[in-house]
């Protein structure tokens, strides 16, 4: 009363199985053919990084600044393979060393890549105020003298 089926032969290409199978029903045999397309078995490929980028300039020319980098990923996973470990940015410090100290009469300019004292202005003097920069450098009060030599 049941269908039952026979594996006859198997024949295989590239990308699909030939199955021939004989079935049997109430006694009465017929055969089909079945064609199973297959899927190739691809290595699982895991996520890898580009290159980092080179570091940028430091934020500061001295007292300690921080720098950046960054990367991206060259190939996705796929195929189960395992995902990218690790950010695509990266942060350091840099230029830890300190910054001049100004004598009286000078601030303090830092630039690009370099940290220098300057003189302050004719007529301005400079207190120890604790501001940066040419702020530092005061208008004179009269009676004072300026760093610079004008009254």
């Not at 003097?125 to 040419?134: E, M």
Request: aromatic fraction near 6%; proline fraction near 7%.
């Amino acid at each position: 009363n049941g269908v039952t089926a026979r594996l006859n032969a198997v024949t295989a290409s590239e990308a699909t199985y030939q199955i021939n199978v004989a079935l049997q029903e109430n006694g009465q045999a017929d055969f089909a053919s079945v064609q199973v397309a297959s899927r190739p078995i691809l290595n699982p490929v895991d996520c890898l990084w580009h290159d980092w980028t080179a570091w940028t300039i430091c934020s500061v020319p001295c007292g300690g600044g921080t720098r950046s980098r960054t990367r991206t990923v060259a190939v996705q996973p796929f195929n189960g393979g395992r995902d990218c470990m690790g950010s695509t940015q990266d942060t350091g410090q840099c230029q830890t060393q300190p910054c001049p100290v100004c004598n009286p009469g000078s601030y303090l300019v830092k630039e690009v890549l370099q940290a220098t004292c300057q003189l302050c202005p004719a007529a301005t003097f400079n207190p120890s105020t604790g501001q940066v920069g040419v702020d530092r450098c005061l208008p004179c009060d009269r009676g004072m003298q300026s760093f610079g030599g004008a009254p």
